[in-house]
């Protein structure tokens, strides 16, 4: 899935970069739990690709992308190296990797809620579908590392809504054929920016009224 | 899938009540866990279409029914309101909410055995999709909520197994021709009869023999 | 999926050998765990059918093979019967068992990889879902049982490792034509033989450097 407009190699930089550090958050956590490298490998490679797989399966879209062009998988095996050699290291710079982390949501709600609607979904499920591309592969990770869900957390800062906000924005533009560089890039760019704020002032999602 | 003979309007309203109680009890178990709105949307979402939906990955018949039909997502994202608003108060109504549920598990198993058969799966096959279709959904939302799935706890009253049962009976009555709207509606009746005595008798499954 | 110049019959033994002892793995393990009769059958089914029925549906061939021929989802039922008779004896001949579960992982992951290949994947995608074939049905034994995948665990001996390298042995076979009915079964007996090498002399994978 390319983007309209967008410069096909700024897009596979930025999708590879998105996939790299939700491949190291993987890994990370993994390390933290103690799992041996294949814990780690898989971990990585779960949290990287498990969203868009998850997508392609669902769209009926096999094999997934993921599994059509190899660079897609050799990511997460580097990520899996860098966090065997030193995950302490890495733990020091988990606030520039956050902002990235903020970047690849953004870009895989966008990606995956187009990809979507181009198959011809309703624009319902092609919302679920792009916030299942930008955060399924962190709730499988969550859950194969016995914890919950990180994004189901009450005190967890604001992620699946900010996803959730910019497929609704791609679900609206796509039928007035309005999703062009310039509207993508302003989605992505919302996206990231509300991630980044919740970060930072510590937003939190609504829970049930007792 | 439409049931042989059923009124469509009639199997259309049973349908989206089983979506619905199914739903709730995804978004109820999320708010007795204290999640946020996100995981009680997402319990919600997987407990009502996790089961159909496996069930159609499954067979290759992609996108899944519920992605096709937008209601069957604007139906979970109601119960994900309505629990917001109040779960205590829905606590209050779980009894009659049970015994849709049992409808719900009664319908799902018979419509996702028979539509597995229409896909030319086997008698044994067929029967575990009618069963995944009723029943996978609450063993995602168990899951994703780090419990033990509900239907394999030793203390639990009778669920998959009624599904099992009424599976079986629509394989047995398929190749037969035998699958009408009468037969149809029987079998509906026993799976949900039997579950309704289990939960008042409090039935339970063998386990092991140490 | 056949492999090259073997014996169809001798392979479809050794295949329903394999899905046996892992069914036998699931259930004693639902058994321990003292979930009742539907946790035992489920734990069997998926683990032993649960890393072909994942490679089959990422490859888009579905339904799984798995679900077109009775006899596989038979014999994870035989091993639900056998261990509700008595799974106390069962036990007794883990050790045995586990030479069994050697055999199942390395036949699983020569015939996982092939199929990939054959299906057109790179070598990358091939090998992991050769290795998907042989422990995927474990890690989701094991994540539905509510424990930490015993393959990511620190403590565990080598399983995934000896299936990644006999599914490398498959991919740098495969292009050279040099994947034949003697080629594949030192591939297999290789891996059968580090895997119970590590269980003999407790070889452990390697963690993250802290």
Redesign the interface.
């Known amino acids: 899935m390319t983007l309209p407009g967008l410069d096909p190699t700024l897009e596979r930089v930025l999708d590879l970069a998105g996939v790299l550090v939700f491949a190291l958050s993987g890994a990370q956590l993994?390390?933290q739990?103690?799992?041996?490298?294949?814990?780690?490998a898989?971990?990585a490679?779960v949290t990287a690709l498990g969203g868009g797989?998850t997508r392609d399966?669902?769209?009926?879209d096999?094999?997934?992308a993921?599994?059509?062009d190899?660079t897609y998988?050799?990511v997460p095996l580097i990520a899996t190296v860098l966090?065997?050699?030193?995950?302490?290291a890495l733990e020091r710079i988990s606030r520039p990797v956050l902002v990235f982390d903020a970047l690849g949501l953004a870009l895989f709600c966008v990606v995956g809620t187009a990809k979507a609607l181009d198959?011809g979904?309703?624009?319902?499920?092609a919302a679920?579908?792009g916030v299942i591309t930008a955060v399924g592969g962190g709730?499988i990770r969550d859950?194969?590392?016995?914890?919950?869900?990180a994004?189901?957390?009450?005190d967890?800062t604001l992620?699946?809504?900010p996803a959730a906000l910019g497929a609704t924005a791609v679900v609206v533009l796509w039928p007035q054929d309005a999703l062009d560089a310039v509207t993508a890039a302003i989605v992505v760019a919302a996206v990231f920016g509300i991630r980044v704020l919740a970060l930072r002032f510590r937003w939190?999602?609504?829970?049930?009224?007792?």
Do not use: M, N
């Open positions: 993994a390390a739990k103690r799992f041996d490298i294949v814990g780690i898989a971990l490679i797989i399966v669902l769209l009926g096999t094999p997934p993921a599994f059509r190899q998988l050799i966090v065997l050699g030193g995950h302490r198959h979904l309703g624009a319902v499920p679920l579908l709730v859950t194969l590392a016995r914890d919950v869900p994004i189901f957390r009450p967890s992620y699946a809504i939190r999602a609504p829970t049930a009224r007792s």
